[in-house]
């Protein structure tokens, strides 16, 4: 079979909080989660490996333990949805625009990152092109943000989110808009 190089996908995306129209036209009944860029979809499987003593303890197998899946994404505003997301502290200024506070009195130490768990599609602008819908998407905020800014830079936020199972056993579905 030849390779096509038609079939690359060079198409970006947005990214969506709460979407719940998917069929529906951009933003697809969600939140616009700012201006994003190099977003990347990461899974992590996970597995138990298997030993045989009779070859010295090489590994012959594997027991296959579930897959994680990471979604990460380059912010590129000062967004209010976006910060909300990953900073349970947020809230608008005198200015009007939004202000970071850590720590927030609504979420302790000890609290569950679960409790913070929201639906996020990645919407490709090229309708051929495939998207995701994470169920539960919980922010890693301790683990992941960086404020990268330079004097000839952009001021830039890292977002990571971690996909769990959601009520319906689901974490993620990925193909075309369409179809999800």
Known sequence: MAID???VHRSGGRLVLNPTAIGAAYPHGGTVL??????????ITRGDPIEAEEYG??????????????????LRQWDQPALALLFPGVFVGGSGQPVVREPDSSFKPGAHNSSRAQTVLFSPYDADTPGW???????????TVKLNTRIVSELTIGIVLKGYRDGADQIIDLGLRGDL
């Open 34 to 43: 700012g201006l994003i860029d190099a977003v990347r979809l990461e899974p």
């Open 5 to 7: 190089p038609t079939k």
């Open 57 to 74: 303890g090489e590994e012959v197998e594997d027991v296959f333990l579930g897959r994680q899946w990471t979604l990460e994404a380059l």
């Open 133 to 143: 819908i994470m169920y539960e998407a919980v922010p890693l905020v301790d683990r």
